[in-house]
């Protein structure tokens, strides 16, 4: 009989989406003359369809598959050049240098932040804010490694800063936040390098959606913040920034200044042991995908993406101007998909799910479903149509 890895005993249920649609569901069943109008804008995937300059190219990269002149087999794990280039143009033009060697494309920041434990050894502490994006919590709990919490409150805007009475190993940070909103400043994320760099540790930081920043002294990337290649690896993706998330395709970039100092005082660099795990269990991103995702970072395909961010952005401004009419307390929305605002009447957030929708036919996300600290809070997703974000919340300023 194999011996299991039975750390996956300590992970919890993701119960989170399939209560709510439990929830959704028996309340349809029980006032159907209501179901047609529940709006949901609790999701966190896209709604727009995807750019014409990715749908041209997924096409043409299609075709170019059935002549053998241009046929593609397996292609570089670390991703095509023409691709790695063309992230590090985007950094640069951010004001970011990469180098394109630095760059791992893959298919999935879910994937990559998961993928990325396999390289830290099990008896690392591991610094991961509450509330959070689950993968982190549940992918270390998996590896059993030992995780200790950072809180997210109202205080400090759900943007924990270092405590240095802390001694960890590795620190998850995620700016624009999921489910927060909230976004690091640039000095907050220098205290972050800072920490990391006293006490030898590593950020793993996860900027999904830094395509949603908008003001501009915020950093969409904790590169922005000198030394942070010595001390950071980043993740990002397409999946909010061009509507991949059924298409995939991510991006990771692993430095090539990090490198720790084993046991036995050899050199090891963090970067090319990605490659090598890369290289040993990925054969790589579909031709076609990075083809399609090339694109994206051309001045044409950045522009479509940005029309279809600031539709969303526009859906997060009609909820954020109801919750400030209201005074409810929030954060998130201008430089993020998501809102997340502190339950009204002290409700807890189940509570406030189901009184939402009862009284408005509402459907979002509990925060406790991202952790302790979330358990009074609640999340809204801008990813709705314009329509319904605006009847929803109508419907919510009736309410309160
Ligand atoms: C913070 C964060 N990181 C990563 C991901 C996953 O991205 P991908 O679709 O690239 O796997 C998500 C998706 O919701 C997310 O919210």
Known sequence: MPRLNENYLNVKDSYLFAEIARRVKVYE???????????????????RPLT???INALHE?????????????????????????AIAAYYAKNGVEVDPDAVFIS???????????ELFAKDNTILIPDPVYPVYVDTNTMDGKNIIYM?????????????????????YLCSPNNPTGACYTKDQLKAWVDYAKKNEAVI???SAYEAFISEPELPRSIYAVEGAKECAIEFCSLSKTAGFTGTRFSYTVVPKELVFTSSNGTKMSVHDMWN???STKFNGTPYIIQYAAAKVFTDEGMAECMENISYYKENARLIADVLSKKGIWFTGGVNSPYIWFKCPNDMESWEFFDYLLENAQVVGTPGAGFGENGKNYFRLTAFGSHE????????????F
């Open 61 to 85: 990269a299609v075709d170019s598959q059935a002549v053998s002149e241009t046929f593609k087999g397996y292609g570089p794990e670390q991703g095509y050049d023409f691709v790695r280039n």
């Open 151 to 171: 809180n997210g409150t109202e205080e400090n805007n759900f943007l924990p800063m270092p405590d240095d009475s802390v001694k960890a190993d590795i620190i």
């Open 204 to 206: 793993l930081y996860d």
């Open 107 to 117: 298919d999935g920041a879910k994937s990559d932040t998961g993928n990325i434990t």
């Open 52 to 54: 014409k300059s990715v």
């Open 388 to 399: 319904k974000t605006k009847e929803a919340m109508e419907r919510f300023d009736r309410l």
């Open 29 to 47: 069943e029980e006032h159907p003359d209501k179901s047609a109008n529940v709006i949901r804008l609790g999701i966190g995937d896209v709604t």
């Open 276 to 278: 090598r795990r890369q």
